[in-house]
């Protein structure tokens, strides 16, 4: 049970590095254009009011087109954050009963603030997902730290951001190996006994930490010093800029600008 899990976990880790890898019109946009953008799109989603439900709906045009364009599913996106969209929808929960005054009526069932607020504040996390996902899955990391480096972020954080991605893929082979060796000791066992658990992540810790050195050592002795000359990014080119441009001013019209409102009164009038 434990070791499908880790070859699991393996396996996702590999296919995210092969969606970052692929070829379509979004993952060839520059880096730092996809990353402000991104950054743009969460700061546009979190700042709409908590009752403006039916301007925020319009936001998630944003991250289903992209994800057509790139190839990507938008179900493979919930599936892999599987574990974080259940933890992300749990937040607002608590509003219905801090909040219940009626603002509308669905037909005869009264609509409180407290249900407004919590599923736009659910929508708000769940957008800012997906467009974080789009981002990893249509950017390899070695290219999101280039492109962090030249917005001048310092080298100490995009070192121990790429260092702690790839050391998450080492960790679970860690995992895997000591696994497989207590199982071999404890054939009729399952799992790993409670009173073995320190130990384990003792060892765990020991033998990870020794890997990791091991593997830093290897990036010093082929010139690593937290830039990125082995993973160049190319200029910005004009497709770049419209991409950027025109995404912040739909955006901003979409914020500012009640867009399904404005399209139901040209629709009925």
């Not at 730092?32 to 991104?38: D, G, I, R, Y």
């Not at 893929?169 to 000591?178: D, H, N, T, Y």
């Not at 082929?222 to 200029?235: K, M, Q, S």
Request: with cysteine.
């Amino acid at each position: 049970m434990i070791m499908s899990k880790l070859a699991k976990a393996q396996s996702e880790l590999l296919e995210m590095d092969a969606l970052a890898a692929g070829s379509s019109p979004i993952h060839t946009l520059h880096p730092v254009a996809k990353l402000l953008t991104t950054i743009f799109y969460i700061y546009t989603v979190v700042s709409f009011p908590k009752y403006d439900l039916s301007g925020l709906t319009v936001m998630v045009l944003y991250p289903v087109i992209l994800y057509q364009m790139a190839g990507i599913r938008v179900s493979d996106c919930f599936y892999r954050l599987r574990i974080v969209l259940p933890l992300v929808c749990m937040v607002g929960l608590v509003n219905p009963f801090l909040d219940q005054k009626v603002l509308l009526y669905l037909g005869t069932i009264p609509v409180t603030g407290g249900i407004i607020s919590m599923l736009t504040l659910m929508l708000k996390g769940v957008f800012s997902l997906m467009a974080s996902f789009l981002l990893i899955a249509t950017t390899s990391m070695d290219s999101l730290c280039a492109g962090l480096r030249k917005l001048h972020v310092p080298a100490i954080l995009t070192t121990l951001l790429l260092l702690t991605y790839r050391y998450i893929g080492l960790m679970m082979e860690q995992v895997s190996i000591m696994t497989e060796s207590y199982s071999l000791r404890a054939p009729n066992q399952k799992g790993i006994h409670f009173s073995a658990w320190g130990s384990f992540l003792g060892q765990l810790l020991l033998r990870s930490q020794d890997r990791a050195q091991e593997l830093y050592e290897s990036m010093l002795l082929r010139g690593f010093d937290g830039e990125f000359y082995y993973a160049p990014i190319r200029n910005a080119k004009m497709n770049d800029y419209l991409f950027c441009v025109g995404s912040f001013a739909v955006l901003t019209a979409a914020r500012f600008y009640n867009l399904p409102e404005l399209l139901g009164n040209i629709l009925m009038g």
